[in-house]
C-alpha cells in the first residue's frame, strides 16, 4: 500500500493551482452526497430476537473507506468523520423524498462541472485517470489541505508539496 505522503503528492502534482483546489471544496463534497444518496437506498436488516439493525451499502461502504484513512492518518480520519460524517448522514434523509436519484444525479453532475472546472485551471488531467485509487484520495486531500492551513505537520505538507512539484515536472517533460 503506498503511503500517505505518496497518495498526496501524487494527488497534490495536479492540484497546484490554488483556484482548482478551491473547486474541489465543493465538487468533492457534492459527489461524496450524491453517492452517499445512491448508495444508502440499497441495504438490508439483521434482526435477532431482541433488536433489528438496518445496514445500507452507504454504511459498509462509508465504514471501508474510513478505515483506509484510519491506516493512512488518524488525524486525517478523525477529520473525515467530523467533517464527511454529516454530509454522509444527511444523504440518509434524500431517499425518503419524492425524487432521490433526480437529487443524486444533479449533485453528482454539479459535482464533475466544478472538478472539471477547476483541472481547466490548473491545466491538468485529474489525478484519478492514472490510478482509480485517486479517487478515495481526493476528499482525503481536501483535509489535509485544512489541516496543513491550522498548522498541522508543516513537515508532511513540505514533502507532500516538494514531492508534488517534482512528479509534476516529470510528468510535464515526458509529455
Not at 107 to 131: N, R
Request: overall charge positive; charged content about 15%.
Amino acid at each position: 500500500m503506498k503511503s500517505l505522503l505518496e497518495q498526496l503528492s501524487t494527488y497534490k502534482s495536479v492540484h497546484l493551482n490554488k483556484s482548482n483546489v478551491k473547486t474541489h471544496f465543493v465538487g468533492i463534497p457534492l459527489i461524496i452526497w450524491s453517492i452517499a444518496i445512491v448508495l444508502s437506498m440499497v441495504g438490508f436488516e439483521l434482526s435477532t430476537k431482541h433488536f433489528t439493525v438496518g445496514i445500507t451499502l452507504m454504511s459498509i461502504v462509508a465504514y471501508c473507506v474510513l478505515l483506509y484513512y484510519v491506516v493512512l492518518s488518524r488525524p486525517l480520519a478523525l477529520m473525515a468523520i467530523l467533517i464527511f460524517g454529516p454530509i454522509v448522514y444527511s444523504a440518509t434523509w434524500v431517499p425518503a423524498t419524492e425524487w432521490p436519484m433526480v437529487i443524486a444525479l444533479i449533485a453528482f453532475i454539479t459535482g464533475w462541472i466544478f472538478q472539471f472546472i477547476g483541472h481547466a485551471y490548473e491545466k491538468a488531467k485529474p489525478a484519478f485517470i492514472d490510478d482509480l485509487n485517486q479517487l478515495f484520495i481526493g476528499p482525503l486531500f481536501l483535509l489535509a489541505e485544512i489541516y496543513f492551513k491550522f498548522g498541522g505537520n508543516k513537515t508532511l505538507e513540505q514533502q507532500v508539496h516538494q514531492l508534488a512539484i517534482e512528479k509534476r515536472r516529470a510528468f510535464e517533460k515526458n509529455q
